[in-house]
């Protein structure tokens, strides 16, 4: 879904995965979102924790419900061009509880906790 947005350049998979990303900053997105002063949106976090999420499982989920999510700190491409996505993945019943963050150098942008069917 988020097409040439960014890139797997590392990963360890598995019940705990962790995500070494590289951000794309000439993509589509960051043109409206903000011209001069990229910003991902919160949004984007969510699908790219959807599509991480799937990558560590190997199976397509939807998103049922998110817990809780925070946005800490701007992601902006220009200065982070690489983030590291943790997740963490149980199975309740139907249901796969995801833990994640996404960070770098010590700053945490994003963290959510969120039920995937």
Do not use: W
Not at 7 to 35: A, V
Not at 53 to 74: G, R, Y
Not at 79 to 105: C, G, R, W
């Amino acid at each position: 879904m988020l097409k040439d947005f960014y890139t797997i350049i590392n990963k360890i998979s598995g019940q705990n995965s962790e995500y070494r990303i590289k951000l794309n900053p000439k993509h589509e997105i960051f043109k409206g979102h903000f011209p001069g002063q990229p910003v991902t949106p919160g949004v984007v976090l969510i699908q790219m924790t959807t599509e991480l999420t799937q990558n560590s499982i190997e199976q397509n989920v939807k998103l049922k419900q998110v817990i809780n999510s925070k946005f800490l700190n701007v992601m902006n491409p220009e200065k982070n061009p690489e983030v590291t996505f943790k997740i963490s993945i149980s199975k309740n019943d139907q249901l796969y509880k995801v833990v994640t963050s996404a960070e770098d150098m010590g700053v945490c942008f994003f963290k959510m906790t969120a039920f995937y069917q």
